[in-house]
């Protein structure tokens, strides 16, 4: 059931390069999990999560083809996100800083994010009921 | 409308593609976009605060950076536009820096002073 | 008094930083705010029984800062069990302490 309350999070980290992602993932996760609305705004290398291009592979060290390794990308984390959001009637809101999108190439997302900037961070923020800030080093 | 605090504490961090700190950056937008927001820098970002930072000269081949960062300016016209910009005092005397070496404008504050200051925002976002 | 959930993220033994956001916890503590302390990632390699850096968790815990270590993080490095006084969570518990009314969630 929908608890009614919002929690936005902004974040900046570039895929697979931090343990903070994996962090972030987990406390949307959580927040959807509990009913709460979340809005996602990510900033520079975090535009970078949901790119479609993103591919799985076999891992050699251990022997395993790509279906055995069942690698993930972070764009299919992000899709089962939404699809979480869905199914618990909550909204996710997932903002990609347009401008480092740009700069970056990271145009091409996967269903359910949308474009942005620093506006949307901030009118999402003073809507919610709570902000989480987790920045790169 | 909530007061936010960015800390702002890592330096250099981007500069082979940004022509700006992106934490200074998104500040001043979201300073143009009406926030109500103040800057603390710390730990090597109090560097930011330095006169004659120059990044320019940076090439890869034929491909030169045209307009490279100017982050102390940055820091100055956020100032003109309002946005108070701290200090961590400690931070800047432990890296040789006098008040001569800072833009000005900018507001000292101690490091056992910090908590207050952060009482005082309502949202302190820490980059 | 206003309600503070901080999250360390870093550990001392890689990170000089620590120490500036323990003595920040501490001095937004001693302000009479009402303060939690999450340990998550590599900030929980300080609550191994024996580590150096006992000492920082021993001393938030005297001033009576409550700490939390996130559940996943202490399994993940084998950590099984942490010191005393410190209650292991999970990240549903952080999310009902960051949308408590009133809470400014600061991440370190």
């Given amino acids: 059931m929908a608890s009614g309350k919002t929690l936005t999070i902004g974040i900046m980290d570039a895929p697979y390069e931090s343990a903070n992602s994996t962090t972030a993932l987990r406390v949307i996760d959580a927040a959807l999990k509990k009913g709460h609305n979340v809005n996602v705004f990510t900033y520079e290398g975090a535009v970078n999560l949901t790119m479609k291009g993103q591919q799985p592979h076999p891992n050699p060290v251990k022997g395993t083809s790509v279906e055995q390794e069942q690698h993930p990308t972070t764009k299919d984390?992000?899709?089962?996100?939404?699809?979480?959001?869905?199914?618990?009637?909550?909204?996710?809101?997932?903002?990609?800083?347009?401008?480092?999108?740009?700069?970056?190439?990271?145009?091409?997302?996967?269903?359910g994010p949308r474009r942005g900037g620093p506006k949307d961070f901030l009118d999402a923020s003073v809507a919610s009921d709570a902000t989480l800030v987790i920045p790169t080093k | 409308m909530p007061k936010i605090l960015n800390i702002?504490?890592?330096?250099?961090?981007?500069t082979i593609e940004e022509q700006d700190d992106t934490v200074l950056w998104l500040t001043h937008m979201l300073k143009n976009g009406g926030a109500d927001i103040s800057v603390l820098l710390r730990a090597n970002a109090v560097n930011y605060a330095v006169k004659g930072q120059d990044a320019s000269g940076l090439s890869f081949g034929e491909a030169k950076m045209t307009h490279p960062p100017e982050i102390d300016k940055d820091v100055e016209k956020m100032i003109q536009k309002g946005v108070p910009v701290y200090l961590v005092a400690e931070d800047v005397n432990e890296r040789g820096l006098s008040d001569a070496d800072l833009v000005s404008g900018i507001k000292k504050v101690r490091r056992e002073a910090l908590p207050e200051l952060i009482d005082q925002h309502d949202q302190v976002w820490h980059w | 008094m206003?309600?503070?959930?901080?999250?360390?993220?870093?550990?001392?033994?890689?990170?000089?930083?620590?120490?500036?956001?323990?003595?920040?916890?501490?001095?937004?503590?001693?302000?009479?705010?009402?303060?939690?302390?999450?340990?998550v990632q590599n900030a929980v390699f300080p609550l191994r029984s024996g580590s150096k850096h006992n000492d920082l968790i021993d001393k938030l815990l005297k001033n009576k800062v409550k700490v939390l270590a996130d559940n996943f993080s202490l399994k993940e490095r084998a950590i099984k069990r942490p010191l005393d006084g410190v209650e292991v969570v999970?990240?549903?518990?952080?999310?009902?302490?960051?949308?408590?009314?009133?809470?400014?969630?600061?991440?370190h």
Avoid: H, Q
């Fill in chain 1, 77 to 111: 984390w992000v899709a089962s996100l939404f699809n979480l959001a869905s199914a618990r009637g909550v909204k996710l809101d997932w903002v990609n800083c347009g401008l480092c999108v740009d700069e970056r190439g990271a145009g091409d997302w996967i269903d």
């Fill in chain 2, 8 to 14: 702002v504490e890592t330096a250099y961090r981007a």
């Fill in chain 3, 2 to 39: 206003a309600k503070y959930l901080l999250i360390e993220s870093r550990d001392p033994f890689d990170s000089s930083d620590s120490e500036y956001f323990c003595e920040l916890v501490e001095g937004i503590s001693n302000r009479g705010n009402e303060v939690i302390l999450f340990l």
């Fill in chain 3, 90 to 107: 999970d990240m549903g518990r952080i999310v009902d302490l960051l949308l408590e009314p009133g809470t400014k969630a600061i991440w």
